[in-house]
């Protein structure tokens, strides 16, 4: 029991407050007509998404170069101002930066996805990627199999997903690690995409 | 009827508070119906037990809920909905406690409204109701707080710590101060 139990007082105080109390019927219906004036909730967070979330860039060999030759000059100038002295460079060793060697153009990578579900009538596959919309991206049955794929273009980095079977069944991918519980209590996948292909 | 203890709570919505939010995160609004179904009357309870009166009581349940659906795309990052909710039910009666406080104190004749119940098992009888809101009223706003948690929403500490950040031991001595100030006002009645 409680440490009310000490004094019978206040284990009476406690007990009445307890109960329920009743209110306004309406007072539900209130809420629900206020929510239905606000944003959906999912809307405001792909905005946000989009502005944040890592991504790829199609770069062509040119706009490569120049971003190359940018960067580098970028770290001459800064190099230079923050040293703000003579510092001679080693004979033959190189003055470019180390940024040069890690310049973000890669490609999108493309993943494809696959699940065995012999009793399904469908499978969709949902991820941070697709904002964890059930019917963003449905995945292919292969003729005459069980086997379901879909192939996804997706930015380099770490992704949580999840198969969904018949619209409300959640299935991790047992090709893949287990992510850490996200409190809803359904069982999602980790994939880190690397750059190049995934096929 | 009773409104059945914190942990349980927690366990047996747990898996249908995740779909719901789904559901809703999917754009289904009205799935947030089932939401507000499932925590209206617990937080009713706290949030009149808390505040005093029903009229500050559903203010603090309206915005309570909206805010929570407002930031339900940042959930999933977050505890289970129902601690989660709570903390900003808890959040939101300590502002509508501090902006009203100038306002008379005790709440009997607004609370009395709460008396005329159409199902007399459900509700309070109408004496033990304003007594027991008079009493609690009468407790400082945080000794008040602490108590419900423990006593009236049965919570852990640890729980009640999660929820409101303060700490355990400063969480307990605020339980036991509460239960402190009602013993003295029993000897106090005991006297008279």
Redesign the interface.
């Given at each position: 029991m409680?440490?009310?139990d000490?004094?019978p007082?206040?284990e009476w105080?406690?007990g009445?407050?307890?109960?329920?109390?009743?209110?306004?019927p309406a007072?539900?219906e209130?809420?629900?007509m206020?929510?239905?004036t606000?944003p959906?909730?999912?809307r405001?967070?792909r905005v946000?998404q989009r502005v944040f979330e890592p991504r790829a860039f199609r770069l062509s060999p040119v706009a490569s170069t120049l971003l190359a030759a940018g960067l580098v000059g970028i770290g001459l100038i800064a190099g230079k101002v923050a040293n703000n002295r003579d510092v001679r460079s080693p004979v033959g060793e190189p003055k470019v930066p180390a940024v040069v060697q890690q310049l973000p153009v890669s490609p999108d990578t493309v993943v494809k996805f696959v699940f065995v579900a012999p009793q399904a009538s469908k499978v969709s596959v949902v991820g941070d990627f697709n904002?964890?919309?059930?019917?963003t991206t449905p995945m292919v049955r292969t003729p005459n199999s069980s086997v379901w794929t879909v192939t996804l273009p997706l930015t380099t980095g770490r992704h949580v997903y999840s198969f969904v079977v018949d619209g409300s069944t959640w299935s991790a991918d047992p090709s893949a690690p287990l992510a850490p519980d996200?409190?809803?209590?359904?069982p999602n996948s980790v994939r880190i995409v690397g750059r190049g292909s995934a096929l | 009827m009773t409104l059945a203890p914190w942990g349980w709570v927690i366990k047996q919505n747990m898996s249908d508070d995740a779909a719901d939010v789904r559901r809703v995160l999917a754009g289904d609004v009205d799935a947030y119906a089932a939401l507000v179904d499932r925590y209206y009357d617990r937080c009713a309870r706290f949030a009149v037990r808390m505040l005093g009166n029903r009229d500050d009581a559903e203010d603090a349940l309206q915005v309570t809920f909206v805010r929570a659906y407002r930031a339900l795309d940042r959930y999933q990052e977050r505890d289970r909905f129902s601690a989660w909710l709570y903390r900003i039910l808890v959040n939101q009666c300590r502002s509508i406690a501090a902006r009203r406080a100038h306002r008379e104190k005790v709440f009997v004749r607004e609370e009395a409204l709460l008396l005329n119940a159409p199902d007399r098992s459900t509700s309070w009888t109408g004496e033990d109701e304003e007594f027991v809101q008079r009493v609690l009223s009468e407790l400082d706003p945080l000794l008040r707080e602490a108590f419900l948690l423990k006593y009236i929403e049965e919570m852990s500490y640890e729980e009640m710590s999660t929820l409101t950040g303060v700490g355990v031991s400063a969480l307990k001595m605020r339980v036991k101060r509460a239960c402190d100030r009602l013993r003295e006002r029993w000897e106090r009645i005991k006297h008279d």
């Amino acid at each position: 029991m409680t440490e009310s139990d000490q004094h019978p007082y206040v284990e009476w105080i406690a007990g009445e407050a307890r109960r329920p109390v009743v209110t306004d019927p309406a007072a539900r219906e209130r809420i629900m007509m206020a929510v239905r004036t606000e944003p959906l909730p999912q809307r405001r967070s792909r905005v946000w998404q989009r502005v944040f979330e890592p991504r790829a860039f199609r770069l062509s060999p040119v706009a490569s170069t120049l971003l190359a030759a940018g960067l580098v000059g970028i770290g001459l100038i800064a190099g230079k101002v923050a040293n703000n002295r003579d510092v001679r460079s080693p004979v033959g060793e190189p003055k470019v930066p180390a940024v040069v060697q890690q310049l973000p153009v890669s490609p999108d990578t493309v993943v494809k996805f696959v699940f065995v579900a012999p009793q399904a009538s469908k499978v969709s596959v949902v991820g941070d990627f697709n904002g964890w919309d059930t019917t963003t991206t449905p995945m292919v049955r292969t003729p005459n199999s069980s086997v379901w794929t879909v192939t996804l273009p997706l930015t380099t980095g770490r992704h949580v997903y999840s198969f969904v079977v018949d619209g409300s069944t959640w299935s991790a991918d047992p090709s893949a690690p287990l992510a850490p519980d996200d409190g809803f209590g359904r069982p999602n996948s980790v994939r880190i995409v690397g750059r190049g292909s995934a096929l | 009827m009773t409104l059945a203890p914190w942990g349980w709570v927690i366990k047996q919505n747990m898996s249908d508070d995740a779909a719901d939010v789904r559901r809703v995160l999917a754009g289904d609004v009205d799935a947030y119906a089932a939401l507000v179904d499932r925590y209206y009357d617990r937080c009713a309870r706290f949030a009149v037990r808390m505040l005093g009166n029903r009229d500050d009581a559903e203010d603090a349940l309206q915005v309570t809920f909206v805010r929570a659906y407002r930031a339900l795309d940042r959930y999933q990052e977050r505890d289970r909905f129902s601690a989660w909710l709570y903390r900003i039910l808890v959040n939101q009666c300590r502002s509508i406690a501090a902006r009203r406080a100038h306002r008379e104190k005790v709440f009997v004749r607004e609370e009395a409204l709460l008396l005329n119940a159409p199902d007399r098992s459900t509700s309070w009888t109408g004496e033990d109701e304003e007594f027991v809101q008079r009493v609690l009223s009468e407790l400082d706003p945080l000794l008040r707080e602490a108590f419900l948690l423990k006593y009236i929403e049965e919570m852990s500490y640890e729980e009640m710590s999660t929820l409101t950040g303060v700490g355990v031991s400063a969480l307990k001595m605020r339980v036991k101060r509460a239960c402190d100030r009602l013993r003295e006002r029993w000897e106090r009645i005991k006297h008279d």
